[in-house]
């Protein structure tokens, strides 16, 4: 199994420039999870789809937006980028709340310039 | 809210040392507790956990035990190799219908030969 997959790996933009983060998994769960992580900030959640057709904001929103297209895929969007969004973006999926484990994609390297 | 503290790294061990990461947790509803490991360049993947109290979580040598009436849920090895130099993380993943796992900030381990 691929399990949770992301594209891209680097990504380099330029301020006000806008790109979209891809996710998709094909372990059939039902949430997904877009979090950032920075040094010494551990993982912060952006945004959630607890399931398909829904989402909600984590801990830092400002300046991302999502669409959960379907079952499988779930997508990060900048719309203007700053410096502040230079980060590692790490995607998750768990099939359920509780017992469950979150499975995580390699990440997305995003260097704003 | 929910939160999980973990003891702040790095910790740096010569190979074959005693390893304890302390983790601590917020005991609102009926958590699962999760270790963690993210390995240079990858993604979170689970190292071991336990769904309820006083379950005993192990893998690879590494173990953890559910403490309720500590709230707590260390991370122990007895004997640590150079491959286990990673970063760790401590995690709640709620249960009753809450869908947003909380880890802690992660926990740097260097293990020297």
């Known amino acids: 199994n691929a399990g949770v997959t992301q594209t891209p790996k680097f990504q380099v933009l330029k301020t006000g420039q806008s790109m979209t983060l891809q996710c998709a998994q094909d372990m059939n769960h039902n949430s997904m999870y877009w979090y950032r992580q920075d040094p010494g900030m551990g993982l912060r959640l952006i945004y959630y789809s607890a399931s398909e057709g829904t989402t909600d904001k984590g801990e830092v929103p400002n300046g991302y937006n999502v669409s959960r297209l379907n079952k499988r895929e779930f997508s990060l969007r900048l719309e203007s980028a700053a410096p502040s969004q230079t980060s590692v973006y790490f995607c998750a999926s768990i099939q359920a709340s509780g017992g469950t484990e979150a499975f995580f994609g390699q990440g997305t390297r995003l260097t704003v310039v | ?113």
Not at chain 2, 2 to 13: A, C, F, I, R
Not at chain 2, 68 to 87: C, I, N, P, W, Y
Not at chain 2, 89 to 95: I, K, M, Y
Request: charged share 15%.
């Open chain 2, 1 to 113: 809210g929910n939160s999980v503290t973990q003891m702040e790294g790095p910790v740096t061990l010569s190979e074959e040392a005693f390893l304890t990461i302390n983790c601590t947790y917020t005991a609102t509803g009926y958590p699962s507790l999760f270790w963690y490991v993210q390995y240079p360049g990858e993604g979170l993947q689970l190292l071991l956990k336990a769904t309820k109290a006083d379950d005993k979580g192990s893998n690879k040598g590494f173990e953890a035990t559910y403490r309720k009436e500590t709230t707590s849920f260390h991370l122990e090895k007895g004997s640590v190799q150079v491959s286990d130099s990673a970063v760790y993380f401590c995690a709640r993943h709620p249960g009753g219908g809450s869908y947003i796992p909380t880890f802690g900030r992660g926990t740097s381990l260097i293990v020297h030969p």
